[in-house]
DNA sequence: GGGTCTTGCGCG
DNA sequence: AAAGCGCGCAAGACCC
């Protein structure tokens, strides 16, 4: 059964619906008030239904904090961006329509907290008739029906819409953490925390020396014009100020100023500030954006929540009692690409450690090799050692690379590619189209046609990485979703005391290939297990029988920083 | 004074 | 000047 809701001028409108769209005979459409909703939703939840909503992000913050959790959605703005742009789903009516309010980003703009238990529709922009969501689920559903491979698509936009539950989910629990750990780490890096305005201590010795080795005094380290000024009055031969530029250099000023960069880098970042700022009662709640990347890998807005550095994951620990069990699927995109690409033998080569693999065969010396010439394979690079590598790859494994290369060769044309369940890229934008055409025209000089080439390649690049970075975002949505399954049903026996959901055993972290579970001590062994059956399902889910493995590296710590 | 672009760096 | 993919954020640079 599909349980659709609607909001209405006043209140909500709960349309029982059969799994095809068609209305369920023997259940009438129900209008209940926002107040009462939470509670309907419970009452009918013990039957499993998948709720049709236009946005997670806007109906299942408040349901969580009313202590209601669901088990499957329908998340229609989601499944419509990627109906709406698929390969598969092309010659649907839907995909043809005009634009209209499925396709405007502002059903998706909400900043819920889990606190206000309030349900964010103020700012609903005005309803037209292609605003009705039943009438979107059957557009959608027909959309599916009629693709070439409906199974695939409809994984697709189950594990989308389940990554739209967990991300709430996620948002709801908060990642734990230590406010007095993360002052600890900072002070012991940077020093005490310095009156505003002021630079803490530590950094400021390190300043002081960078300054006295470039004489210096006045210097404005966070200047780049400021400091290219100075570093070439100290005379060095440079054109930029980036970290990696700098280590080329030899000099007496540069091991402080790196040292200051990493530094002043961790203050403005992840400093006390940041901390103020994203962390309460002991949790980080960043924004997850399920689909926030054309790849169809999560985005967040707010907090850096996926570029967290190593230095403070030391202040991510556990509540009292609680384990912290820290995955991560070893090498993914490697194995995806074998998957895709029906590589039997680079796939039964990397059955273990991956690069390792790669090396058992003779096809280059060592593990590093190995690992450069992929993703150099992955990437598409032509310069480097990576691109001198790659050619010993395509001998060993002609049938995996043949697959990207096609996949480059796609967007060079301007022609779209699609991950495995069927996510499309998009075409690339009228700058590069009008570039392509005007390389051709009758007095096309030599730089327009170098300009075009180069943007060809460039996007080929893209639609290379698309396709297997977009598979693997695919992998690691069946992956956390049958996760959360599993996760629920380990608790299953456990008396729901306060809330349902942060008793048991629940995802608080998710960061591409890497999953992390908060977990009550006595359970956190059983939680790896099914961390690690959840990635087998997963490969299963996507690539059948083929013989991939998924291995995970699994964690059980007391804080983040132990993880690896 | 305020908005947008660029630089640099964190993550996978 | 381009350069192996995808991001978000802070602060300076730049412009009106």
Not at 442 to 450: H, N
Request: glycine share 8%; proline share 7%; aromatic share 6%.
């Amino acid at each position: 059964m599909h349980v659709v809701l609607a909001h209405t001028p006043d209140g909500v409108q709960l349309t029982p619906l059969n799994d095809d769209g068609t209305p369920a005979p023997d259940r009438a459409p129900q209008t209940l008030t926002l107040a009462t909703l939470p509670d309907a939703v419970a009452q009918l939840e013990p039957e499993a239904p998948r709720w049709v909503w236009d946005d997670t992000s806007r109906w299942y913050p408040a349901l969580l904090s009313a202590g209601v959790r669901v088990e499957r959605c329908v998340d229609l703005r989601l499944s419509h961006v990627i109906l709406r742009n698929s390969a598969a789903s092309a010659s649907s009516e839907l995909a043809n329509s005009p634009r209209g309010h499925w396709d405007t980003a502002a059903v998706a703009l909400s900043t819920v907290t889990p606190e206000a238990a309030l349900f964010d529709f103020d700012d609903a922009p005005a309803h037209g008739d292609d605003a009705d969501p039943v009438t979107e689920f059957r557009a959608q559903r027909i959309a599916v029906a009629t693709a070439p491979d409906p199974a695939r698509l409809g994984l697709l936009l189950a594990a989308e819409s389940a990554g739209a539950l967990i991300a709430a989910e996620m948002r709801f629990a908060g990642l734990p953490w230590s406010e007095h750990r993360h002052d600890e780490l900072l002070t012991s890096l940077l020093g005490p925390r310095p009156r505003p305005g002021t630079r803490p201590a530590l950094l400021d010795a390190v300043l002081a020396r960078v300054r006295d080795e470039l004489g210096a005094p006045e210097l404005n380290p966070d200047s780049p014009n400021d400091l290219l000024r100075a570093l070439r009055a100290a005379g060095m031969i440079i054109t930029s100020t980036r970290s990696w530029d700098l280590k080329q250099i030899d000099h007496p000023a540069i091991p402080p100023l790196l040292e200051y960069k990493k530094l002043s880098r961790l203050l403005a970042a992840n400093g006390w500030h940041w901390l103020d700022t994203w962390v309460a009662d002991g949790r980080f709640r960043p924004d997850y954006v399920p689909g926030g990347v054309v790849t169809g890998r999560w985005a967040t807005s707010g907090g850096g929540a996926l570029q967290l550095p190593k230095q403070i994951r030391g202040a991510v620990v556990p509540d009292p009692g609680w384990k912290l069990v820290v995955a991560d699927a070893a090498q993914l995109e490697p194995r995806i690409l074998a998957g895709l690409a029906g590589d039997t033998r680079m796939a039964e080569a990397g059955r273990e450690d991956f690069y390792e693999g790669i090396v058992a065969t003779g096809a280059v010396a060592t593990r590093a090799e190995a690992k450069v010439a992929m993703l150099g394979a992955m990437y598409g690079a032509t310069t480097g050692e990576s691109g001198r590598l790659m050619p010993r790859l395509t001998r060993a494994f002609p049938q995996a690379i043949a697959h990207v290369e096609a996949a480059a060769r796609a967007g060079e044309r301007g022609e779209i590619v699609s991950t495995r369940l069927g996510r499309s890229s998009p075409l690339p934008g009228e700058d590069w189209q009008q570039a392509q055409g005007d390389a051709y025209g009758p007095e096309a000089g030599e730089a327009q046609q170098k300009r075009a080439l180069s943007a060809a390649r460039s996007w080929g690049r893209f639609t290379r990485n698309f396709v297997v970075q977009g598979t693997a975002a695919e992998w690691a949505l069946c992956w956390m979703a049958g996760l959360r399954n599993r996760l629920w049903q380990l608790g299953e026996h456990m008396d729901d005391t306060q809330n349902g959901f942060t008793d048991r055993p629940h995802l608080v972290f998710f960061l591409h290939d890497e999953v992390m579970v908060h977990a009550p001590e006595h359970l956190a062994e059983r939680v790896a297990d099914e961390v690690r059956a959840a990635a087998v399902d997963a490969g299963r889910l996507i690539f059948g029988r083929m013989p991939i493995t998924f291995p995970v590296t699994c964690a059980i710590v007391d804080s983040y920083a132990d993880a690896k």
